[in-house]
């Protein structure tokens, strides 16, 4: 195979503006869908079935559904109701947040739930309330918990920001198939692409790791 790096030298900076804008839907998707997972969450642990049927449909739609479908039905059919004229960045954010909050409420259900339930009875004991033990005692341990899969899935939202590039978002992926068009080469642009997803990622997955061991110790 002949690897042509002055095609890569020629793209470079495209691929630099092309990883700043998915490291950024990204990380915007994984605030926005940790609050709203949150809130999810606490939603999904409703005691009333009826009430909480709506939560536990929104966490199946968007985990049992591919992403690529979600982004397209959003792009092409919730976002012309919002704006004139729907922007793929936009589009992108929404549905990472969307998608990303099914799996965050899941992770915080999870985390919520294995607190021991003792922990907020003591709490009330003392003289809280049901939000102030949730705030103050049971959130932080439980969040102390979440942390590795909350770093894991930023990193799965990472990867999969990737299919920002179909409705024409300008991230990573987007610029690494620009080489294809001109070029007729696949191999520069694809690959590296391929590379800097791999290096964001290892090096993520370098540092979630190197949390969850220091937890674990200070446990």
């Not at 890569?8 to 700043?20: A, N, R, S, T």
């Not at 950024?24 to 609050?35: A, P, R």
């Not at 909480?52 to 739609?61: E, H, K």
């Not at 294995?114 to 049901?130: F, H, K, P, Y």
Request: glycine share 6%; proline share 5%; with cysteine.
């Amino acid at each position: 195979m002949d690897f042509r790096w002055d095609i890569v030298i020629e793209y470079l900076p495209l691929f630099i503006d092309g990883m700043k804008l998915t490291l950024l839907i990204s990380l915007l998707g994984v605030i926005f869908g940790s609050i709203w997972g949150l809130l999810i969450a606490f939603g999904r642990m409703i005691k009333n079935g009826w009430l909480r049927f709506p939560f536990s449909l929104y966490v199946n739609f968007f985990r049992c559904t591919p992403m690529l479908v979600q982004l397209l039905l959003i792009h092409f059919g919730v976002m012309p109701l919002i704006m004139s004229t729907p922007n793929a960045v936009i589009s992108a954010i929404v549905t990472l947040t969307l998608n990303s909050g099914a799996y965050m409420a899941e992770i915080f259900r999870a985390g919520i739930q294995s607190i021991d339930r003792g922990q907020t009875e003591a709490a009330r004991s003392l003289g809280m309330n049901q939000i102030q033990a949730m705030r103050f005692v049971v959130l932080p341990q439980a969040i102390k918990r979440m942390i590795p899969p909350l770093g894991n899935e930023f990193i799965t939202l990472i990867k999969d920001s990737s299919l920002a590039s179909v409705i024409a978002a300008h991230e990573l992926l987007y610029y690494g198939r620009a080489p294809m068009g001109h070029y007729s080469r696949p191999w520069e642009g694809l690959l590296s692409a391929a590379f800097i997803y791999f290096v964001i990622c290892m090096t993520l997955t370098v540092i979630v790791d190197k949390v969850e061991k220091r937890l674990k110790i200070d446990d």
